[in-house]
């Protein structure tokens, strides 16, 4: 079956800290997999992709994501917060080859940065 | 960057009445979906759309649901009957031909069923 797992549901950070949001996937067949943000009332937000090749991803506004295969993982990461990284995050994977293109959520990690 | 919009933000319906949600997808995007997400539970995929025809849907997608694209006007979710297990937010998005996995999201209509 084919699943994503995000075990934090929410995260408390202080401004200036370093980050790290977990996601674990499963899937047995070559992922392309993202992480998306959601503000408040607005639409998710694509920060990151990654299909292949290095496995660590440049995103956006200083974010990254490692991908690793053995561990089934695809973890967020950020070296300095500010408070306006506020959001949800979700980890989402896409099985390649679906015929609909569909993407597959994690529950989203809630991320407050203190001031 | 490009926005997809959703009419409306938040609709509420008596029970076994139709409903339609609105969609204004990119420009020049293709390919157009549906999810749902119930409170407190993780987004889940309903329906993929492209060149007027359905390509995949979920178990979710009931024989109540039917989306459509008209001439090029809204993408719309249409459901017909309601039934209490609709309340939920839905999400439209769209992508480019080529790269489909990248898929751009509407801010998502707050559906309430009573």
């Known amino acids: 079956a084919q699943s994503v797992t995000q075990p934090d549901a929410r995260v408390t950070v202080s401004e200036g800290a370093s980050l790290q949001l977990r996601c674990k996937y499963s899937?047995?067949?070559?992922?392309?997999l993202f992480w998306y943000v959601q503000y408040p009332r607005q639409g998710l937000q694509l920060l990151l992709k990654?299909?292949?090749?290095?496995?660590v991803v440049q995103g956006v506004n200083g974010f990254e994501a490692e991908f690793s295969k053995s561990n089934s993982s695809f973890h967020l990461r950020k070296a300095s917060v500010h408070w306006s990284d506020s959001a949800v995050y979700f980890c989402?994977?896409?099985?390649?080859?679906?015929?609909?293109?569909?993407?597959?959520f994690g529950i989203g990690t809630l991320l407050s940065v203190k001031p | 960057g490009p926005k997809v919009l959703q009419i409306p933000s938040h609709q509420i319906i008596d029970m076994g009445q139709m409903v339609t949600l609105n969609c204004d997808p990119v420009s020049n995007h293709l390919y157009f979906y549906w999810y749902k997400q119930i409170l407190g539970q993780q987004m889940e995929f309903l329906v993929n759309?492209?060149?007027?025809?359905?390509?995949?849907k979920s178990k979710l997608f009931k024989d109540q649901f039917s989306v459509e694209r008209p001439d090029g006007s809204y993408f719309t979710l249409k459901i017909q009957p309601t039934a209490l297990e609709d309340s939920a937010v839905y999400f439209c998005?769209?992508?480019?031909?080529?790269?489909?996995?990248?898929?751009?999201f509407g801010p998502g209509t707050r559906l309430t069923v009573l």
């Open positions: 990654y299909y292949s090749g290095d496995p």
């Open positions: 899937y047995s067949g070559t992922p392309y």
């Open positions: 998005a769209s992508s480019l031909a080529g790269t489909e996995y990248e898929q751009y």
């Open positions: 989402v994977l896409s099985p390649y080859g679906s015929s609909g293109n569909k993407l597959i």
């Open positions: 759309f492209y060149n007027g025809k359905v390509m995949e």
